[in-house]
Structures are given as C-alpha cells and as structure tokens.
T-cell receptor
Framework: DTEVTQTPKHLVMGMTNKKSLKCEQH?????MYWYKQKAKKPPELMFV???????INESVPSRFSPECPNSSLLNLHLHALQPEDSALYLC??????????????FGPGTRLLVL | QKEVEQNSGPLSVPEGAIASLNCTYS??????FFWYRQYSGKSPELIMF????GDKEDGRFTAQLNKASQYVSLLIRDSQPSDSATYLC??????????FGAGTRLFVKA
C-alpha cells in the first residue's frame, strides 16, 4: 500500500481566511513533504519533516505554517494568503529520511484557489 | 544551482511505437533518479526509480542511467493512448531534496 491521502481535494479561500490542509499516510514512512505546483511547472519543495521534526524550510513565506502532530499526519496551516498562492499543494512521504535511495510517494493533492 | 533538464515536448508517437524520454542533470553527486507520470490535474505517480548505471526494466518501461554523462532516460514500449501524460524526471541530490525537471508532455496517437 503506497497511499497518501490529502484533504480537502479543493479549497477556495479569501485573503483574510485561515484554513488548513491535511495529509495522512499509514505506510510507516518517517519523512513527509509539502510541495507547491503551479500549472505546467514542476513541483517545488516547501517543507520536509523527518521523524516529526522540521528538517527543511525552503524560505517559504510565514503565511504558510507546517505542523507534524505525529508520524502519520502532516498539516499545512494557511493564513492571509495572496492570489499568487493559488496552486496544487502536494503532500509526499518517503520511508528512509536522508537516504540516497529514498522514494517519494505523492498524495492526490489539494487544489487551492485564493480570491 | 542544481538543475534537471527535460525537453518540454510535446513528444508525439503513434500507438504501439516506442516513446523515448530524456533527462540530464547537473549535480554529479546525485545518486537516485526517478520517473513520475502526471496526468493533467492529477498528482505525480511513480513509474520507475533507478540507482545504478545501466538499464532497469519494469513491464513496458525501461529506465536507463549513465552517471558519467549525467543522463537518464525512460523508454515506453508499445505506447498506448493511456500513456499520454507529462513525464517528470526527478533527481535526489541528497539532504532530503529531490529536484524535478519541468516535464515532457507525451501524446500517443491512436
């Protein structure tokens, strides 16, 4: 089973709203990732959690706030977003954090529209 | 800056033909390489991974890696219309980081 789930599938929010994206995996993976993907562009890494600790923050604006409550869950809290933040937000997980052979498996994504 | 380069396409092949997708990367220390398929509006789906020089086959898919030339390719045999998608080459450069190419759009004509 290589399933990563994400909720919601779609989200429309205003620039003053606060919302959260959720990601869950039950594969025992110890690394989880948030990516942002704009249309016709490759995924861009935002954050990496390894063993529930934040390992990488790719200079993401503070209006995006990640949280890893436990080894199976990953959240992305959104506040005061801008229209240019509209994108597909992808969660991924991998089994062996930091391994040269780590393989990432993606969830279905949350399509976010900021009005 | 570490980069992964792909021809954006579109690459158009007739049904039943072999589709050849290519990728080059700049970080000579990269150790693992991945091909993802992404249908429009969907998330990337892992097709193949390869770590060692040479060929790796899985069904209709063959990944080829040449670390000396910093080149990785994906061959799709007996291409089907359902293979029409964007194929992303991804390279693990270490430290949890995987860099994605911009993707090659493949069209398989029935």
């Amino acid at each position: 089973d290589t399933e990563v789930t994400q909720t919601p599938k779609h989200l429309v929010m205003g620039m003053t709203n606060k919302k959260s994206l959720k990601c869950e995996q039950h594969m025992g993976h110890r690394a989880m990732y948030w990516y942002k993907q704009k249309a016709k562009k490759p995924p861009e890494l935002m954050f990496v959690y390894s063993y529930e600790k934040l390992s990488i923050n790719e200079s993401v604006p503070s209006r995006f706030s990640p949280e890893c409550p436990n080894s199976s869950l990953l959240n992305l809290h959104l506040h005061a977003l801008q229209p240019e933040d509209s994108a597909l937000y992808l969660c991924a997980s991998s089994q062996a954090p930091g391994s040269a052979q780590e393989t990432q498996y993606f969830g279905p994504g949350t399509r976010l529209l900021v009005l | 800056q570490k980069e992964v380069e792909q021809n954006s396409g579109p690459l158009s092949v007739p049904e039943g033909a072999i589709a050849s997708l290519n990728c080059t990367y700049s970080d000579r220390g990269s150790q693992s390489f991945f091909w993802y398929r992404q249908y429009s509006g969907k998330s990337p789906e892992l097709i193949m991974f390869i770590y060692s020089n040479g060929d790796k086959e899985d069904g209709r898919f063959t990944a080829q890696l040449n670390k000396a030339s910093q080149y990785v390719s994906l061959l799709i045999r007996d291409s089907q219309p359902s293979d029409s998608a964007t194929y992303l080459c991804a390279v693990n450069i270490g430290g949890f980081k995987t860099i994605f190419g911009a993707g090659t759009r493949l069209f398989v004509k029935a």
